[in-house]
């Protein structure tokens, strides 16, 4: 059983800058893949980014390539999202996700993750 808590999530202009952080209870936290997703009112939970065990592969959805960072402190059991030019459409209730794994990957669907967290406001103003 792995618990995520997300945190970090607010309001911010649009341009600005925020960083995500979701703690893990996980007692080896290095045999799970982790991913960020993101839903926005009246829409379906859209993929943001993922990262292997190690964080040696990193995946983003388009609409956040070059502009979102994600990360993991393996020691801090942390995984983060660096977020950048933030745009008012990134507005969304933002979930980490977990799934253990035996390869060295990246999980991208939404069905594949075992384990959310309960979620972090974004909100973006323009």
């Known amino acids: 059983q792995v618990q995520l808590v997300e945190s970090g999530g607010e309001l911010v202009q649009a341009g600005g800058s925020l960083r995500l952080s979701c703690a893990a209870s996980?007692?080896?936290?290095?045999?799970?893949?982790l991913g960020w997703f993101r839903q926005a009112p009246g829409k379906e939970r859209e993929f943001v980014a993922a990262?292997?065990?190690?964080?040696?592969?990193?995946y983003y959805g388009d609409s956040v390539k070059g502009r979102f960072t994600i990360s993991r402190d393996n020691a801090k059991n942390t995984v983060y999202l660096q977020m950048n030019s933030l745009k008012p459409e990134d507005t969304a209730v933002y979930y980490c996700?977990?799934?253990?794994?035996?390869?060295?990957?990246?999980?991208?669907?939404?069905?594949?993750?075992?384990?959310w967290g309960q979620g972090t406001q974004v909100t973006v103003s323009s």
């Open positions: 996980a007692r080896t936290f290095t045999n799970y893949a």
């Open positions: 996700a977990a799934q253990p794994l035996f390869r060295e990957t990246v999980v991208l669907g939404f069905g594949q993750y075992e384990y």
């Open positions: 990262i292997s065990r190690s964080g040696t592969y990193t």
